[in-house]
């Protein structure tokens, strides 16, 4: 049993990764789409990790989530989720500034979302043209191991299942008015001269602070009624 938690470690793991290098890059596309070439220049509208990896963002702080628990390190359980080095964005090549710019920030969220619905689909359509995959879906969603099912098969339905909960936790988590979260920036874009100035203060190990203790309850708050609507959409399939 501990080989099988372990290995959906690994999956988790480098479900993060991609899932990060995604939304990194749908922010550089987005840009570059709409005026702006510098995240390009620099190679970020890619999918591969090694242009969007942070060390501590991509590979620390997600590895203690993920891993600690099997070392007795268990302080973020119930919580899933990373960040990638910034894609740079120099706003002043945008024809219409804020709105591009949200348009932008708005677009590593929406990629999450993207992958999501893409899982989901995955999943229902194992549901209806597999047989027992209904069964085998809904009892994965449960943590449980269909008996007697393709071992890529069982593997497949629950990479489409760590897809959803660990998208979902990204998007919410990247929505989150923290700097320098993408919430940060589109709050940012709404407030008055002098509020913004005071925005910019706020210290990154203050934001770091908000992000790992705040952003829990707020994220599992989020997570649970989002996954309760995946679970009755895969039931009703």
């Not at 840009?31 to 620390?60: C, E, F, K």
């Not at 910019?200 to 705040?214: A, G, N, T």
Request: with cysteine; hydrophobic share 55%.
């Amino acid at each position: 049993m501990q080989s099988v938690r372990f290995l959906i470690a690994v999956f988790e793991f480098v479900l993060l990764i991609f899932s990060l290098s995604v939304h990194e890059c749908a922010h550089a596309w987005t840009a570059s789409l709409l005026g702006d070439q510098t995240a390009r220049l620099q190679g970020r509208v890619t999918l591969n990790p090694m242009y969007h990896v942070d060390p501590i963002g991509t590979l620390l702080f997600p590895g203690l989530m993920i891993f600690g628990p099997f070392i007795g390190f268990s302080m973020f359980g119930g919580m899933l989720v990373g960040w990638a080095k910034p894609t740079p964005v120099i706003t002043r090549n945008f024809r219409k500034i804020v709105r591009d710019d949200n348009l932008v920030t708005l677009a590593g969220p929406a990629s999450n979302l993207l992958i999501v619905a893409a899982a989901f689909l995955a999943l229902a359509v194992i549901s209806l043209s597999v047989p027992g995959g209904h069964e085998l879906v809904m009892s994965t969603f449960n943590g449980g191991i269909a008996p007697g099912v393709p071992s890529g098969l069982q593997a497949f339905v629950l990479l489409a299942i760590l897809a959803i909960e660990i998208n979902l936790s990204l998007c919410f988590f990247n929505l989150l008015p923290i700097p320098p979260l993408d919430g940060s920036r589109v709050v940012r874009n709404v407030l008055p001269y002098n509020a913004v100035q005071v925005y910019d203060r706020i210290p990154i190990w203050v934001s770091y602070l908000f992000m790992i203790f705040l952003g829990r309850y707020v994220l599992m708050a989020l997570l649970r009624p989002a996954l309760g609507l995946v679970y009755l959409g895969l039931r009703l399939v």
